[in-house]
């Protein structure tokens, strides 16, 4: 009976032995010296640092997706307002006549009657030029946004004048026969210049052939010189 008790505590002695330098083979080889508690809070320690800096990039990540919002969201109203700068500017210059333009309106071709003809070789529209600007003035009356006399656009420091056998405008030397263009309300124009009694009857009183029509789209060409001012200066 003694040898039994002697057998079993031999075993337990030799199981805990075997036990103690398996813990410390762990310990030594996977744990780093350290107990598992200690191994434990050190990846529990880790993973909370891990989820610090988790949240930290996302906190980033967040500040640079609204940089990059603010960022297209300014280059989004930069481009809005230079597109509406660019159209001001584009609106102007129609205006002022130095871009091409086209719509309705009428085409007004003057020219000299025939050689043979009872009037004789003597008449010339060149001589009558002031029933040209006339002609002009109605035109602009009657609501023309834009005009041309053969593709020399009006603006504002235009001239139509004599000059030996021809007029100039713009400064170009200019020979019948004449096409005149103008843009605007078809109908309005052409009554307002073929009333009775009217420049066109006048025109073709003095024997010169005056053509009038209404045209769904015409096209004007912009003024292609220069306008500069010497003498005046924008009010402040």
């Known amino acids: 009976m003694k040898k039994d008790y002697i057998w079993i505590g031999v075993g337990c002695i030799i199981l805990g032995i075997f036990i103690a330098f398996q813990m410390k083979f762990v310990q030594g080889t996977y744990l780093n010296g ?25 906190d980033e990540i967040e500040t640079l997706e609204a940089q990059i919002e603010d960022i297209q969201g300014s280059a989004a109203s930069e481009n809005a307002v230079i597109k509406s700068l660019t159209d001001e500017l584009n609106r102007y210059k129609s205006f002022a006549g130095m871009t091409k333009v086209q719509g309705q309106g009428i085409l007004i071709t003057i020219d000299n ?14 001589y009558d030029y002031k029933l040209i600007l006339d002609l002009l003035n ?9 005009i041309s006399i053969n593709d020399q ?7 139509v004048r004599f000059a030996g056998t021809q007029i100039n405008v713009n400064t170009i030397p200019l020979n019948s026969p004449f096409s005149i263009k103008a843009i605007g309300n078809s109908s309005t124009l052409e009554g307002a210049i073929n009333q009775r009694f009217g420049i066109v009857s006048t025109i073709r009183d003095l024997g010169y052939y005056i053509e009038v029509k209404e045209i769904d789209n015409l096209e004007i060409p912009g003024f292609n010189g ?3 001012f010497d003498y005046a200066t924008t009010v402040k």
């Not at 350290?34 to 996302?58: C, G, R």
């Not at 050689?115 to 010339?124: E, H, K, P, T």
């Open 113 to 126: 009657p025939p050689a043979d003809s009872s009037y004789g070789s003597d008449v010339n529209i060149v």
């Open 34 to 58: 350290t107990t598992p508690t200690q191994k434990t809070t050190e990846i529990l320690n880790e993973l909370s640092a891990v989820k610090s800096e988790k949240e930290a990039l996302l």
């Open 226 to 228: 220069s306008i500069k």
């Open 153 to 159: 656009r009006m603006v504002n420091n235009t001239e």
């Open 138 to 146: 109605e035109l602009n009356s009657a609501g023309a946004e834009a």
